[in-house]
Every structure is written in structure tokens, then in C-alpha cells.
């Protein structure tokens, strides 16, 4: 009952998992998973913590090894879902000032946003599993980046790219608009801010802006 227990909640946190490798492959990995890492906490909604890792020394699924970025994109959704509550920032809140403020000034990311980034197509094999798609055309060591959010109560995943990754990467860190802009631009990357700030306001990953004065 235990070890049926532990495999049904590692199967709620990782769904697409389960379709990729199938129920009965599943059921093999949770099993080793459970005796590696067995449960720690009386709530199971934590029970995936490492699963992610455990996928990537797995050896019966070494041959797949962009398993375990799907896997990581679907603990991040995971917490995201468990994540607290929160106001996201309006058009309005970040233009309250002017361009010199805005450009001084911080954000702080929502409980539920978070950053992704992976050395294969883990975002478009997930998004693909979300609704019917054809997977024949995806190429699989693709590079992809992602933001991952709960705008109002249903959790997304976007694919960013890599310009848009840096930028939020360093407002994460702490950085400026400026500094971060400045962090683009030093690595040679091209940033469209124009398209991209709806999409960040629409995806509602800030709850609050820190301004300079």
C-alpha cells in the first residue's frame, strides 16, 4: 500500500513522465526511486523533490536523457501550483514612473514564477503532451528556455528565448532594468523589450517593484 501510495503521487506530480515512458515503466522507476529516496515528509506533495536528479542517473534510461529536463519542467510546475497566492504587477504599476525610475528600479518575481532552462525541447515535448501535436518534426537537443507561472490559478509554461532568459535571470538576481538590459547587451543577444513586457504582465511572474528613490 505504501509503495502503491508513493507511485500514484509521484504519478499526479509527473504526468507527462508517465506518457512518455509508459505505466509500467513508470511503476519500475517510482519503485527504485521510492527505495533510493524514500519519503521523508507526511505530505507526498513533496515526495518528487529528487526525481528530477534520480532520472538523470537512472542507467535503464540513460538512452532518453532529455527525461529528466521534462522532469525538472514538472517539478517547477508542481511547486508553482503550490505556490502562495499574489497580486502580479500591472502595465500601470511598472509605468507609474518615468524612464529614468523605471530603469533604476527592481522587481520582485511571484511566489510561483520561476526560470527554465534546458539542454533539450523539455518545454516543447510538455507543451506537446498538453494537447494533440505532432512530434515527429521536434528536435529533441534543441535548447530551450521558459518562464513558468501562475498568472491567476492555472499554472503555464512559456518558451522564451535565450535574450529574454538573461534579462529575467538578472532581474531575478537582484539587477536594475538597467543592469539587466546592460547584461543582454554583453552578450551579444538582441532583445525586443516592446514584444516582451506584455507577455511577462500577461504571465504575471512580478507581485512588486522596488524603486530607487
Known sequence: NLRLAWRNALAATFPVMVQLIGEDGFTLSARDYA?????????????????????????PLAVYPYLSDVARLEW??????Y???????RVEDLMAHGTEDWLSAQVRFAP???LFEANHAAVSIWLA????????????????FAIVSRPVWRVEARLIDEAAFVFLQALHSGATFEQAFAMVDEMNLSLDVVALLPVLIDAGI????????
Open 83 to 89: 505556490a502562495a497566492n499574489h497580486t502580479s504587477l
Open 129 to 144: 503532451h498538453q494537447a494533440q501535436a505532432d512530434l515527429a518534426s521536434l528536435q529533441v537537443g534543441q535548447r530551450e
Open 76 to 81: 517547477l510546475w508542481h511547486g508553482a501550483h
Open 35 to 59: 527505495q533510493a529516496y524514500p519519503s521523508q515528509s507526511g505530505d507526498l506533495n513533496e515526495f518528487g523533490q529528487y526525481f528530477p536528479q534520480f532520472i538523470a542517473d537512472y542507467e
Open 206 to 213: 512580478w507581485c512588486d517593484i522596488v524603486w530607487a528613490n
Open 112 to 114: 510561483s514564477a520561476c
